[in-house]
């Protein structure tokens, strides 16, 4: 079980510290380096970051619903519900502008790519959130135990 409590711990710490990341630092500094640098940027870092991000998302989710299928307390379920939350809402929300912002065949101006970019990161910021409030009924959960 304690194999299961820390994956649980690492994984969706590693996703909520990731999202938090990228909201607070990462794209705020790339939309100051100008809205050409930022959509270059987009599309490597998030090649690189989705495989990170899916396996934290669902292995934390996973290891979450074991702990509390397994004797843990209900708030490990709770965790896990906040946690895979950031699945259907990246495919549902941000997915579309994803989208737009990988096309890099697509004739945008600047500021079409500057409004994509705006819109993202507030939505972004759901995940940082969501993940954010798993982490600490994880956290809560496993310290109470």
Same mark, same amino acid.
Request: charged share 10%.
């Given at each position: 079980?304690?194999?299961?409590?820390?994956?649980?711990?690492?994984?969706?710490?590693?996703?909520?510290?990731?999202?938090?990341?990228?909201?607070?630092?990462?794209?705020?500094?790339? /939309?100051?380096?100008?809205?050409?640098?930022?959509?270059?940027?987009?599309?490597? /870092?998030?090649?690189?970051?989705?495989?990170?991000?899916?396996? &934290?998302?669902? =292995?934390?989710? +996973?290891? =979450?619903?074991?702990? $509390?299928?397994?004797? =843990?307390?209900?708030?490990?379920?709770?965790?896990?519900?906040?946690?895979?939350?950031?699945?259907?809402?990246?495919?549902?929300?941000?997915?579309?502008?994803?989208?737009?912002?990988?096309? /890099?065949? *697509?004739?945008? &101006?600047?500021?079409?790519?500057?409004? +994509? +970019?705006?819109? $993202? *990161?507030?939505?972004?910021?759901?995940?940082?959130?969501?993940?954010?409030?798993?982490?600490?009924?994880?956290? $809560?959960?496993?310290?109470? *135990?």
């Amino acid at each position: 079980m304690i194999l299961v409590e820390f994956l649980a711990l690492f994984l969706c710490g590693t996703f909520f510290g990731a999202a938090v990341y990228i909201s607070i630092a990462q794209h705020p500094a790339t /939309m100051k380096a100008g809205i050409p640098f930022a959509a270059a940027f987009f599309p490597p /870092m998030y090649g690189l970051a989705a495989p990170m991000q899916i396996v &934290s998302a669902l =292995g934390g989710t +996973l290891a =979450g619903i074991g702990m $509390w299928f397994f004797g =843990g307390s209900l708030l490990w379920l709770v965790g896990a519900i906040l946690l895979v939350f950031v699945i259907p809402y990246t495919i549902i929300i941000l997915k579309p502008i994803n989208d737009q912002l990988l096309d /890099m065949q *697509a004739k945008r &101006s600047e500021a079409e790519t500057e409004k +994509l +970019l705006n819109l $993202w *990161a507030p939505r972004h910021w759901v995940r940082s959130i969501a993940s954010g409030l798993s982490f600490a009924t994880y956290l $809560w959960t496993s310290i109470a *135990a």
